[in-house]
């Protein structure tokens, strides 16, 4: 393989990496003169037809995405049965290697690595492509320090859609989330899983979860909650240990609803981040501003002064309470200060009063949604008043949050269910929404929590809607060059729809013709999608002129020279002339843009040249 040369132009020159799938050589771009990557499919995977399909449809993916922060995908090509891609040679070290060498990393390397990675997945993650398989093997870090990640190597390009597992789970089991673990669906919440333990591995030096059996992981991933990252690395701040465990979260709706909002968080805790002179890093958290000056202190020192003011009432102040001591004792009866029991188990509580010489009479019981069960929320009187010895101490007990059993929702119609949520006391949360051949459009097909859960009354169930089925899939068309009544009619044969029109001028397409579209040709969309349009003002190119020598063959007598020439206007006929045998005619030909000229001799083409 080393020495081949792909597409004319890729010369391969030293094999750097292998995967499941795919090996990785780099390689001597001969046109633009650089070093680039190429990955080439197995030759084990090469005949299969549904691999080449799925390596071509996760390329043609990739390649919609240009970020500094990943990997970019320069050409996508076949040379015989080698199917292969052209991605940008990145000079540096994976993640992992850093991790195995260094780890823990310091806080401060470790955030900026991951704001890094979110920056590139919610790239991806915008034009709806998931990676799902972001692990620190796919991380690479150049020289100067640049995260990018790499090896979208089993995304797939999503439009209104999630994806669900058909086989077998991909992905490095360390680093899978739950759902992909279960094989559910995936989301862009599956990479922020992802993103959470490689970010908990890099402060701890450890994977969250680890077993000798890859399936043992994998159940861990589903069932078992991660070790607190501070009790292993206590340098962590309290406010990044919460990002990565949000990040990590077993329901996808409980994690962060962007990579953009788990970066802002990051870039938050980097913002109040400072060492301290032991190497510890810090969060700051705020501080009071200090008050007082020279002047205040002065007026103290008046207030104060003299001293003997304040001796004479300390000394008053000491001889009234032994006389309202001995009074209250001799005349009244012991007095007992109140103890604070709100707050205190009925048990604890009870014991504390009668160790103080005191009683309890429960008041009342109510639900209490901050207060657990059988805790104490208040009391009368309250702590530190003085009541008699065995005086008795009323006092309100928490039920617990009322509780309330949450309704069947699983086949109802979305409107429905709304109203049965509301009418049982809860709150109407999250609403997503499914492609499914089993329940018709606008069916609840599941519910969080499950239906006969006891759960907090005026807290939120979350639903699961179809949308029906599938709709069908079709390829993208190329639509550049194309004028943009021609390009409305392309769309809607194939049931897309022009989404938005932008325009701009351009030199090269003439007014009122397709320069760019948001989708790229040949990739699948729903039926029923929308595609961006951007359109040429114009002015167009500048007409150019070209002569073509044409040099007639002596074969028969008399030849018909016909000249077409198809460019930026479209295709049209510029010569139609007889000529004897032998004969050579020039042909001025005025072009526009690019294009190509054919000739054509008693109506069989004789030649094609490049405009």
Do not use: W
């Amino acid at each position: 393989m080393i020495g081949t040369v792909l597409g004319e132009r890729y010369e391969l020159k030293e094999k750097i990496g292998e995967g499941g799938m795919a090996d990785v050589y780099t390689a001597h771009c001969r046109i633009l003169d650089r070093i680039v990557a190429v990955k080439i499919l197995k030759e084990e995977f090469s005949q299969d037809k549904s691999f080449v399909q799925k390596f071509r449809t996760e390329a043609l993916a990739a390649a919609r995405l240009s970020h500094p922060n990943i990997v970019n995908i320069f050409d996508v090509g076949q040379e015989d049965s080698i199917h292969y891609i052209v991605m940008e040679y990145i000079e540096g070290q994976t993640l992992q290697r850093i991790i195995n060498e260094q780890a823990p990393l310091p806080v401060k390397k470790a955030v900026d690595i991951a704001i890094m990675i979110c920056y590139g997945i919610q790239h991806a993650h915008e034009r709806g492509i998931i990676h799902r398989d972001i692990k620190p093997h796919n991380i690479l870090i150049t020289a100067q320090g640049t995260v990018k990640v790499a090896d979208f190597g089993i995304a797939q390009a999503v439009n209104k859609k999630t994806i669900t597992f058909g086989g077998d789970i991909e992905g490095s089991v360390h680093y899978i989330s739950p759902e992909q673990a279960k094989g559910d669906t995936v989301s862009p919440a599956t990479d922020i899983y992802s993103l959470g333990c490689v970010l908990y591995e890099m402060l701890t030096a450890k994977p969250p979860f680890d077993a000798e059996s890859m399936i043992t992981v994998a159940l861990k991933h589903i069932h078992d909650e991660p070790q607190s990252p501070r009790l292993i690395n206590p340098l962590i701040p309290l406010p990044l240990e919460r990002i990565v465990l949000k990040a990590m979260e077993k329901v996808p709706i409980h994690r962060y609803t962007s990579a953009s909002d788990m970066s802002e968080d990051l870039l938050q805790v980097q913002a109040n981040m400072h060492t301290r002179g032991n190497g510890e890093v810090a969060i700051n958290n705020g501080f009071m501003p200090h008050e007082g000056g020279e002047g205040d202190i002065l007026a103290k020192k008046r207030r104060l002064s003299p001293v003997g003011i304040i001796l004479i009432l300390a000394a008053l102040i000491g001889f009234l309470s032994g006389v309202a001591y001995v009074f209250s004792s001799s005349f009244f009866g012991e007095e007992i200060a109140v103890p604070d029991i709100v707050g205190m188990t009925l048990e604890d509580a009870n014991k504390t009063l009668l160790d103080s010489g005191l009683t309890m009479s429960i008041k009342a019981r109510n639900f209490d949604d901050e207060v657990e069960k059988d805790r104490i929320i208040s009391q009368k009187p309250v702590q530190g008043l003085k009541v008699k010895k065995k005086a008795k101490i009323e006092v309100t007990v928490s039920e617990g949050p009322q509780l309330e059993s949450v309704p069947n929702l699983v086949g109802k119609r979305i409107a429905d269910a709304k109203v049965a949520i509301t009418n049982a006391g809860f709150e109407v949360g999250m609403i997503d929404e499914e492609y499914d051949d089993q329940y018709e459009e606008n069916i609840v097909m599941s519910q969080d929590p499950r239906y006969g859960t006891s759960y907090k009354k005026g807290s939120t169930i979350n639903l699961m809607v179809s949308k029906g089925p599938a709709p069908d899939r079709v390829s993208m068309p190329n639509l550049i060059g194309m004028e943009l009544a021609k390009a409305r009619e392309e769309l809607a044969a194939l049931k897309l729809l022009p989404g938005n029109i932008n325009y701009e001028e351009n030199q090269q397409y003439y007014n009122n013709y397709v320069i760019k579209q948001d989708t790229a040709a040949g990739v699948l969309l729903d039926e029923g999608s929308s595609v961006n349009l951007t359109i040429s003002k114009g002015p167009g190119p500048v007409a150019k002129t070209r002569v073509v020598k044409i040099n007639i063959p002596d074969d028969e007598d008399y030849y018909n020279v016909q000249v077409t020439v198809n460019d930026a206007k479209g295709e049209r006929e510029v010569y139609n002339e007889y000529h004897p045998a032998g004969d050579k005619v020039n042909v001025a030909i005025d072009y526009f843009g690019t294009g190509k000229a054919v000739v054509r001799l008693n109506g069989q083409e004789y030649e094609s040249i490049d405009l």
